[in-house]
């Protein structure tokens, strides 16, 4: 099955930045559209931003719009998100993973935005 690996979490001041990186395993990453999921405590589960595999065109959430980037390596079979000007908001668990179900959620890596 599909498998991904989440790293890059931490704890980060508001208007601070991180980039999270996305290991894939068990499929080639190019076959599919991917993106960034996140989860905050009491939220549901909402997608951040995904990139396409046909022509790299990238959608973001309209709360993360200007502020995220998200990137892929297809020959490292990775996925990236950059976030800058982090906010309290941001906090959550992040996960990645294809756009199209099936989905087969990984552990995530936390994100908290505080002073």
């Known amino acids: 099955q599909l498998q991904f690996v989440e790293s890059g979490g931490g704890l980060v001041q508001p208007g601070g930045s991180l980039r999270l990186s996305c290991a894939a395993s068990?499929?080639?990453?190019?076959?599919?559209?991917i993106g960034w999921f996140r989860q905050a405590p009491g939220k549901e589960r909402e997608g951040v931003s995904c990139?396409?595999?046909?022509?790299?065109?990238?959608n973001f959430a309209d709360s993360v719009k200007g502020r995220f980037t998200i990137s892929r390596d297809n020959a490292k079979n990775m996925l990236y998100l950059q976030m800058n000007s982090l906010k309290p908001e941001d906090t959550a668990v992040y996960f990645c993973?294809?756009?199209?179900?099936?989905?087969?959620w990984g552990q995530g890596t936390q994100v908290t935005v505080s002073s």
């Open positions: 068990g499929f080639t990453l190019n076959d599919y559209a």
């Open positions: 990139i396409s595999n046909y022509d790299g065109r990238t």
């Open positions: 993973n294809t756009v199209a179900r099936p989905w087969y």
